[in-house]
Each structure stands twice: as C-alpha cells, then as structure tokens.
C-alpha cells in the first residue's frame, strides 16, 4: 500500500533530511505564513498558504534558504514543484524542492535550472552556493544575515517583514549606500526598521543611527518601539541639551531645522557621526525637506521607506533612493490576510455632479444668497471650492444623513473618520451627525471634531482608537490620517473635500486597513462624495515617469520672488529649486529678494518657495539662455483671521447617483454591474449543466468546499444575492439563475414545500414535531447550510432540550435524527430526486 502524503513525510522525508544533516533546530513543518484572505465583515479567512518545509541556515532564528513540498508516495517527485516555486518566490529563498519521499526534484532560482537528485544538498552545501551567488560574505560571526531577528513575544516576524529585513541588509553588504523599501501602511515597516537596525547593530556594522519623522507623536511611537535598545536610545528635541553618548537617535525635521547656539540641529553633529540615517514615510516629507540634513550626513547610509508606490508626486524620493529592494503593496497584504479588504460606495449630490454652482441658477431656484461684508461674489463656484469660499448648508445636511443611514444599516458604533475641507466644516459635520444620532445615544460626543484647534485633539484620538471606548465614534477632521494616526478599529472613511494626490489618497485608505481582532474589525468602507475613488489603482504598477531633464545644463535662472499684493520683494525666502530629480539647489533670497541660478537644464525647472507670514508655493519657471532675464514669483500672504463664507440657503440638494465598487482579486475596481458579470463569469467556468451543479450541490461536504472557494476566488453570494434584489433567494437557485436562467426560489418558498408535506410533519409526536418546524424556520431564514454549523444544536431553543439527552431522545436515537434531516433536505430540493 502506497504512503499518504503525511506518512510520505514522517516515513521518507525527514530520514532523507537527518541524512544529509538537516537538525530539528534548521527545520520549520507547515508553517503558515499568510493568515488567509479575510472573506468577509465576521473574519472568516480563506486557506492559509503552508510549505511543508523550509530550511534555515543555521538555524530557523536566521536564513530561509530552500522550501520543500511533499507529495504522496504515489504521485511523481514533480508534482509539487509548481507548488514550491511559487512558495520561494514568496519568502525569496533560492531553493525549491518536491518530492514523493524516492526522487527529489531541484530548482536552483540563482541558474533557473531543474535537476532530479536521490538526496537532498546539506546545509553547509546549500549555504556555500548561496553565498557565492550573492556575492555575500560568509564568516558567520561578521553576517547581520545570520545574527538572530529580535523576538516579539506579541509581534512574530511576518514572511514578507523577513524578505524586506534580508534585501535591505543584502544590499547595504554589497555597497549601495541609498537604500528604499515600499510597504502598504499597516504593513510593518518600523518593524523592520528595527530589525535591520538590531542586526546591524549586534554585528558592528553600523554603530550610531538617526530615524527621521516628521510629526512628534510618530517620533514617541517609534522611540517606544525600538525599546530593546534600551539606554542606547535618545529622542532630540528643541528644548534639551544635545546628548552625544547615545547611539539610537530619533528626531522630526522642524527640531533638526531649529535652530541652537547660531546654527541647526543637524549641523551641532559632526558629518561622520552617524553610520545610518531612516527616514521615515520619505514620499511625504519631500525631497526639500530631508535633502539638506542628508547632504550634511552624506557618507551614512540612507535608508527610506514609503507606503507608496512610484508616482508622479513622489518620483524624486525615487529618483534619489532608486528602485526599491522590496515591495509588498496592500493588495498583497489583503490576498495574505494581513490587511483588510474594503468597498467602495460612492455617492454624488446634484451640485457635486455637475461640479459646479451656477448663482444666477441657483437664485432662479429659490436659493437665497449671503453675501458677508468684503466677500465678492462670483457667478460660477466650483465643487472644489464648496466650503472653502461658498457654504451650502443644505448639502452639509444631506450628506451627514446618508452617512447617519448608512451607519444604521451597517453598524452604528463603527468608529469612522470623515474628512472635511476645513476646520468649520468639520465642526459642522459634526454637529450634525451628533444631531442626527441624539435621540438613541444619550452622549454628547457621538462625534467629535480633531482638528488643530481642539485643544484634547490628542485625548480624543485615544478614545477613538480604544475598541472598548462606546464614545466618540465619530471624529470629524481635515487631515487625521494623513499625517501618520493609527486608529485601527476605524470601519468607515468619509471623503467630503476633493483630494488630487495619489499619494494622500493611498496613505488616508492605508491606516484604514489594519485589522483589528479586539474590534473585531475585519473589513472597512470607502464612503465617497467627491470622486476621491477615481485615485485608486492597481498599488504595483506605477504610471509612466516624468522623464527626467537631460542635458546640457547651460541656461539660467533670476528670479524675483515678491509680495503678491504689494509687488515688494522678499528677503530671505527659502527657495529650492529642482536641478534634477535627484539634485536640488537650496538658496535663500537676497535683501531685495532675487536669487540667481546657473548651470540648470533647457526647459522648466521645479521651484518650491516659502517665507514666514506666506502661503507655500510649488510651481515650475522657465529658464532662459542669458542671465539678464529676469522674471517673479508671487507669494500670497497667510491670511490669519478667518475668511467669511459666502452662504447658500433654500438651495435643493439631492443624490442623483449612487453605486458600490469592489475589488477583485486583480486589483481591479468593479461598479456593481461589472461585479455581477465577474461573479457569473466564475460560476460559468465551473459547472457545464444544470445537472452538474445539482450532483454538486446535493453533497453537503462539496457544497460547503464550493462556497469556501467562491468567497476565494471573490465571489460572495450573499453581495450577489444583494445586487440582483434578492436577498431571500436561496443559493442554489441564485446561481442556477445567474448562470443557467432558472426562475429564482426563496427559502420561504422552498421551506413552504416541506410545511405542507403533512404527512412528513404528522408522521412524528408532538415534540419532534416542534423540533421539526424549528428546523425548517431555521432554513427559512439562513438555508440548508445552517444545519452543519457546530453551534447550531446549542442555541434556543435547542440549548434547554440538550442534544443527546433531548433532541436525539425525542427522535428515538441518532440515527433517527440524521434520516429526518435528510427527509428535510429531500423536500426542501425535490428537484435533486430525478438524478
């Protein structure tokens, strides 16, 4: 009798393994190493992906170097070779192997060769051939590679934060001195962070290090984390004597921008003081901002991480780091299980879709106009411009309404976060939806505004991001998540104000994919009225690059930057000017506010200008051939007091569209008729007839394996059941529909065939009888399935009967019961007889 593939293993691979000197210690068996797509809002996961092995070198504390998958005895040494491949690639270790415990089966990823071999390569045989392809050094004692990652107890090391934490050492061993990681928020990347940093560290590699931030509480919550560091580590501030005995040192821009004893932070340190400089989220602190303090440290390591991938406004951080040494976007995080998955339901208002307000119509319409003191009214607003210098509180109110209901319907304690334009927008909002929800939840912070002004802003992220807090739940705010704030438990995100930016769009929706077990928060909602949807993408492959200015560099650059109001120039304005993607200039205006420029490309040239009391400026200028032409920028100056909004009332506001996206396993954004035609697509693929799917469906154990790989492969029947207007149909009849244009059955229907079966009901006494019609209501209202669940003989009003001593006594014995419920289900699908 031929192994199975467990005996395969025990009996044939492991003694295979011990010969060639594979210990305990280097061996990990069925490893999960994703949790498994989350399918649904109540967590249910998809398969976990299990290599039978992976091997470490020299031990499972430091380098996967090869998988292997074991097939039966029976089956060829080739069968499970696809398999590995697609596992190694995964973990990025060199050696896939498959075997059926007599012939092993190699692909060498460094030659892309496949060879048979009767015994497995030893450790020291698979390690030498590994450091000779990587060029790496193999003296254990001098390896970061080898040294041991820190062990979390309530944070194991993920596959993919192994993969980026090995790429990122691998390529510093082998000289880049620019180093860039791309990880989906949510994903870990202080996490690894940390462990390069740990083994480089232990191995005297590097010795002193700065982890760059830009928000102060990001600069605590990472100080926290590197915690095994112990008294090594250091956080800089503008109020405290700088600390030269430290070695882990953790500090924002504007502290090392600020100024102490006539020079900058970063300029108190010496050029060569630290061998390693992180800097954290580089996509959105921008490349004016970090440049300056890496030019001082310009013979440390750089090392950048970003949640997002190439874009238009974020092509210099590339430019300068380079292509990343790993990537691993949120689609992958939510095919593994690590992220949640999400919908999209967007709404437009009447106004909002023809993006515009017209006055004069408005007028003609009843809409009756405020007009403060000072304030010049125009005749067209555009839907950017809504709560920025027009208020319409007719739409504020519409939209906190479809938001109140939506929340109804889905959760109303889920916490949520609505971006609002500004920060009397927001307050208004909030009003609102406190207003709406008043009457069922006796508090008056239901929602809360977080915004600058909130003096408890940073007490009210706290309560929001406490899964056991009730209250608030609700914040509404102009840029929370965008600037770094975790809230793990958040369900919804509201976009009410118009974002243009890729990069803001991705990091807001980021921080809302972090699964929250406490919360029990497996999924969230995209809930939006201004189109920021139409900014999601695949997350891997980037638009086309902004060609970067060529030669020759020989035209100019005089530029005058002035007051916009007075004409008058600005002295000491900061300028930085983009010579390349990879090469800013940093000037400072004169007296009269000029600076000159030479040596710059044919063409246009990016300028970043800013000055104290003005509004920031980016913009592209000219050069020119000679020196003498001169042209201007103009800065608007900061307004403090805040500007009246023109009011709109009695205007009619209404949605006038509506639609749900979701995302396929692709990557791709379906509207909901596109998700019908994905779903009968799949479900046409595999079932030929009518017939076929009747065999398939009257086998409970089939059934239930179906289902679990529709919700895999994306196909939810309970979404498509809801889309075609048929929540009650059952499943069966619900893709006999779909796919062979059978009528469609309810369960109400179905179960009405077995109430009227009488002499089925009577053939029983009055208390199986009750056990009985119990049964079908149950099916009624969740179908056949309902019947299988583990929990379904512990609840009302089973529960009190007891199952062996009750309802298995009431039937005369088990067997009674199983035949009854078999009966149940024959009349339920009388149509399964005739096969």
Request: proline share 5%; glycine share 6%.
């Amino acid at each position: 009798m031929m192994l199975t593939e467990e005996d395969t293993r025990a009996k044939l691979v492991d003694p295979k393994l011990r010969e060639s000197g594979w210990t305990e210690e280097m061996i990990e068996r069925e490893k999960p190493i994703t949790l498994g797509r989350i399918l649904n809002e109540s967590g249910d996961r998809g398969r976990k992906k299990k290599p039978d092995y992976i091997l470490y070198y020299p031990n499972k504390s430091s380098v996967p170097i090869a998988v292997i998958e074991a097939e039966a005895e029976a089956k060829p040494a080739l069968a499970g070779i696809q398999q590995a491949k697609e596992y190694a690639a995964m973990l990025q270790v060199p050696f896939a192997y498959s075997t059926n415990g007599h012939e092993i089966e190699e692909f060498d990823n460094f030659t892309k060769k496949q060879r048979t071999l009767e015994r497995f390569p030893s450790p020291e045989e698979l390690w030498r051939r590994y450091v000779q392809y990587e060029g790496i050094e193999a003296r254990e004692i001098e390896n970061p590679l080898l040294y041991p990652y820190y062990a979390f107890p309530d944070k194991p090391i993920r596959y993919y934060q192994e993969v980026a934490t090995r790429n990122v050492i691998k390529a510093i061993l082998e000289g880049k001195r620019r180093v860039l990681i791309t990880m989906a928020t949510g994903s870990g990347k202080t996490y690894v962070a940390f462990q390069v940093v740990w083994k480089l560290f232990n191995t005297r590699k590097i010795r002193r290090v700065l982890y760059l931030v830009d928000r102060i509480f990001l600069r605590e919550q990472t100080y926290q984390q590197f915690f095994p560091f112990g008294d090594a580590r250091k956080e800089l501030t503008e109020t405290e004597e700088i600390d030269k005995t430290k070695d882990i040192y953790f500090a924002t821009y504007q502290t090392l921008y600020s100024e102490k004893d006539g020079k900058k932070v970063y300029e108190l340190f010496d050029p060569d003081f630290f061998d390693m400089i992180i800097i954290d989220e580089c996509h959105r602190s921008g490349w004016n901002r970090w440049h300056d303090i890496l030019k001082h440290f310009s013979k440390a390591i750089h090392f950048g991480m970003t949640a997002t991938p190439k874009r238009s406004d974020n092509i210099d951080t590339y430019a300068y780091f380079g292509e990343p040494v790993y990537s691993y976007p949120m689609r992958q995080g939510i095919e593994d299980g690590f992220l949640a998955p999400f919908e999209i339901r967007r709404i437009f208002t009447n106004i909002d879709k023809s993006g515009k307000l017209v006055i004069s119509e408005a007028v003609s319409f009843g809409a009756k106009i405020e007009v403060p003191p000072g304030v010049e009214l125009k005749e067209e607003y555009s839907a950017k411009e809504f709560e920025r210098e027009i208020t319409i509180p007719e739409r504020t109110k519409l939209m906190a309404e479809y938001i109140a209901k939506i929340l109804e319907s889905t959760g109303p304690k889920n916490k949520t976060v609505i971006f609002c334009v500004s920060q009397s927008h927001a307050a208004e909002v909030a009003k609102e939806m406190n207003n709406y929800f008043a009457s069922r939840f006796n508090t008056s912070n239901y929602a809360v505004r977080i915004v600058s002004e909130e003096r408890d802003a940073q007490e009210l992220v706290k309560k929001l991001r406490d899964s056991e807090t009730d209250f608030p739940v609700i914040a509404t705010t102009v840029d929370l998540l965008s600037t770094g704030v975790d809230i793990p438990p958040v369900k919804n995100i509201v976009f009410l104000q118009y974002i243009n930016s890729k990069v803001v769009f991705h990091q807001i929706i980021g921080r809302g994919s972090r699964v929250d077990e406490a919360a029990k928060k497996f999924t969230f909602r995209i809930i939006d009225f201004t189109g920021a949807s139409r900014l999601i993408d695949d997350w891997d492959v980037p638009p086309g690059e902004r060609e970067p200015p060529h030669g020759p560099f020989d035209y100019y650059l005089k530029c005058q930057v002035i007051d916009a109001e007075t004409g008058i120039g600005i002295p000491n304005a900061s300028v930085v000017v983009l010579k390349s993607p990879n090469n800013p200039i940093h000037v400072r205006t004169d007296g009269n506010g000029f600076f000159a420029l030479s040596e710059l490309p044919r063409g246009g040239v990016r300028v970043d200008v800013s000055a104290s009391g003005y509004k920031k400026k980016e913009t592209t200028i000219q050069t020119f051939p000679s020196p003498e032409q001169t042209i201007s920028i103009a800065l608007a100056r900061e307004i403090k007091e805040k500007k009246p909004l023109i009011k709109v009332k009695n205007l009619e506001v209404y949605i006038t569209e509506e639609d749900t996206l979701r995302i396929d396993l692709q990557g791709r954004v379906l509207t909901d008729a596109e998700y019908i035609q994905y779903c009968k697509d799949g479900l046409v693929k595999r079932f030929l007839s009518l017939d076929q799917l009747k065999v398939l469906w009257r086998d409970r154990e089939k059934r239930l394996r179906l289902k679990q790989e529709l919700e895999e492969s994306g196909i939810h029947l309970s979404v498509l059941a809801s889309l075609l207007k048929q929540p009650d149909a059952d499943e069966f009849d619900l893709i006999a529909h779909l796919v062979f244009d059978v009528p469609l059955l309810t369960r109400d229907e179905r179960a009405q065939r077995i109430k009227l079966a009488k002499e089925f009901i009577e053939g029983y006494g009055p208390e199986a009888r009750e056990v009985i019609l119990e049964i079908v209501d149950r099916v009624r209202r969740y179908g056949t399935d309902e019947l299988a669940m583990p929990h379904f003989w512990r609840t009302p009003p089973f529960d009190k009967m007891g199952f062996l001593r009750g309802v298995v006594r009431i039937f005369g014995g088990k067997d009674n019961l199983i035949q009854a419920i078999q009966n149940l289900e024959r009349m339920y699908y009388p149509e399964f007889g005739n096969l």
